[in-house]
């Protein structure tokens, strides 16, 4: 009896352990099912963000892609179709060769839009004002007629009618007259000034604009009863000085010629003189204001 009690318990205990067993392996499958769920769900999640990461990224790429196989359409501004037009169509051609156009151009590539002053108007004005798009562009003019005929061809460019109380043949007595102190000083109203050689009853545009870049191209000097350029050239070169900050950059053309010549190196100073290209010379002027500053370097 005792044999058979002691066979049943040991038969009770082994039967015991196999459950045991059983259950500690039913648990180490449900662990690592567990385990396998949760890696598999970060695994899913982290794709899942990549993928929406990445399908922003190439739908830009892909919109970038479109864009850029894809022209812009912008259309051309009047000024410059006007332009176009006027110099294809003329077999007129502008009095400044192309490599005198260049230097102001290479200019007006650095600062346009600005204001830019031009004493003459011409065949070379539309082109100007196409240069300078977006900025202001003015012309002075000494005959009257001539800019109604311009006014009348191109009506977008702005220009005024001057007139100059000088002489050619006056020009060695101004260069003289240019030396004396009232003509050297820069402070105060360049309208008050009683040197003999700035310009008088100018319109008011020209006191009102602070100019960027000034070309002096006008008025008529190569004949003795001319006005000559002396007058543009001194009262463009004080304007410069009287800026209140910054720099002008003046252009004197037909330098070639002796009073353009002489009142340049006068009185724009050869020191601030940047370049030369044939007939048109290039100045680049300081402001004279807030410091003492010699009239030239």
């Known amino acids: 009896m005792n044999i058979r009690k002691a066979a049943h318990l ?4 082994a039967k015991t352990q196999k459950y045991i067993n059983i259950k500690l392996v039913l648990l180490g499958f449900f662990l690592l099912f567990m385990v396998f769920f949760i890696v ?4 899913s999640a982290n794709t899942t963000t990549q993928n929406q990461q990445i ?15 894809t022209p812009s359409c912008t259309k051309l501004p009047p000024s410059l179709a006007s332009t176009i037009m006027h110099y294809a169509t003329s077999n007129i051609t502008p009095q400044q060769t192309l490599k005198e156009i260049s230097v102001t151009a ?18 070379d004005s539309l082109m100007w004002t196409a240069l ?4 202001r562009t ?11 005929t311009i006014r009348e061809m191109h009506p977008s460019l702005e220009s005024y009618h001057v007139e100059y109380n000088t002489k050619l ?11 004396l102190p009232a003509c050297k000083n820069v402070a105060g109203d360049i309208r008050l000034s009683s040197c003999q050689l700035t310009l008088k009853g100018l319109p008011s545009v020209f006191y009102e604009v602070q100019w960027d870049l000034i070309m002096v191209d006008a008025p008529t000097g190569w004949i003795p009863e001319a006005p000559g350029r002396m007058g543009a050239i001194y009262t463009a070169g004080m304007v410069a000085r009287q800026r209140p900050e910054g720099e002008t950059e003046v252009f004197v ?3 070639n010629r002796e009073v353009e010549d002489k009142f340049s190196r006068t009185f724009l100073c050869e020191g601030y003189m940047k370049e030369q290209e044939n007939r048109i010379r290039h100045f680049t002027i300081p402001s004279h204001r807030g410091g003492e500053v010699p009239f030239c370097p």
Do not use: Y
């Open 132 to 135: 300078n798009h977006g900025g």
């Open 169 to 179: 043949t006056d020009a060695d007595s101004l260069l003289e007259l240019g030396q």
């Open 55 to 69: 399908q922003p990224i190439r739908a830009i790429q892909q919109e970038n892609h479109v864009t850029s196989q």
């Open 253 to 255: 053309h037909d330098v």
């Open 40 to 43: 598999r769900s970060n695994t």
């Open 138 to 148: 003015v012309f002075l003019e000494e005959d009257s007629s001539w800019i109604a």
């Open 106 to 123: 290479r200019v007006l590539e650095r600062k346009s839009p600005c204001n830019f002053l031009v004493f003459g108007l011409g065949h």
């Open 10 to 13: 040991i038969a009770m205990k």
